[in-house]
T-cell receptor, first 110, second 116 residues
Framework: GQNIDQPTEMTATEGAIVQINCTYQ??????LFWYQQHAGEAPTFLSY????GLEEKGRFSSFLSRSKGYSYLLLKELQMKDSASYLC???????????FGTGTRLQVFP | EAGVTQFPSHSVIEKGQTVTLRCDPI?????LYWYRRVMGKEIKFLLH????????ESGMPNNRFLAERTGGTYSTLKVQPAELEDSGVYFC??????????????FGSGTRLTVV
């Protein structure tokens, strides 16, 4: 079976740091994507983790633990424009398809 | 580089009518995917083309949905006849090749379908 769990909503203050957690159970796993989606727009690629550990990319970092079925997205120096939904999406092994959670809606306040 | 384009962006149709959604992937991308987000639920996979061939259509809800990708370029997704539960946002995505290509899957902005 496939199950992805992430918080539904989070709030944070401009300039702060926020961590969005994701746990997953998939029948086959290749890697894990994080996407950002502003309302009414296309999901846009943020990160892709295959190996365990932390991948840093500017203000955004993503962590993966394959053995624990756990990932997080870390957003630093939050800006108002970071208010969006963040989608955790494991990639199914050998089938090239993404399995999405319901996403975490992040609101950044001044 | 042009992104993934979808049209129409919005469509409102009556139950029982037919609607055709179109997706133009990034030029050169062999992989094309259709996903759907029903209100309040997660984005769910519908099907995957590799060039003009259907690689995986396990997510297609029923035989009222027909996807084609003639010539391996753009794709269409036809819903006939449409039902109320088909309402949602239909996303198309494309990717170049191997799993987890560096920039992942590029999504279009989606077609918001409302069946009334």
């Amino acid at each position: 079976g496939q199950n992805i769990d992430q918080p539904t909503e989070m709030t944070a203050t401009e300039g702060a740091i926020v961590q969005i957690n994701c746990t997953y159970q998939t029948s086959g796993f290749n890697g894990l994507f994080w996407y950002q989606q502003h309302a009414g727009e296309a999901p846009t690629f943020l990160s892709y983790n295959v190996l365990d550990g932390l991948e840093e990319k500017g203000r955004f970092s993503s962590f993966l633990s394959r053995s624990k079925g756990y990932s997080y997205l870390l957003l630093k120096e939050l800006q108002m424009k970071d208010s969006a939904s963040y989608l955790c999406a494991p990639e199914s092994y050998n089938t090239d398809k993404l399995i999405f959670g319901t996403g975490t809606r992040l609101q950044v306040f001044p | 580089e042009a992104g993934v384009t979808q049209f129409p962006s919005h469509s409102v149709i009556e139950k029982g009518q037919t609607v055709t959604l179109r997706c133009d992937p990034i030029s050169g991308h062999d992989n094309l995917y259709w996903y759907r987000r029903v209100m309040g639920k997660e984005i769910k996979f519908l099907l995957h083309f590799v060039k003009e061939s259907k690689q995986d259509e396990s997510g297609m809800p029923n035989n009222r949905f027909l996807a084609e990708r003639t010539g391996g370029t753009y794709s269409t997704l036809k819903v006939q006849p449409a039902e109320l539960e088909d309402s949602g946002v239909y996303f198309c995505a494309s990717s170049q090749g191997d799993q987890g290509a560096p920039d992942g899957y590029t999504f279009g902005s989606g077609t918001r379908l409302t069946v009334v």
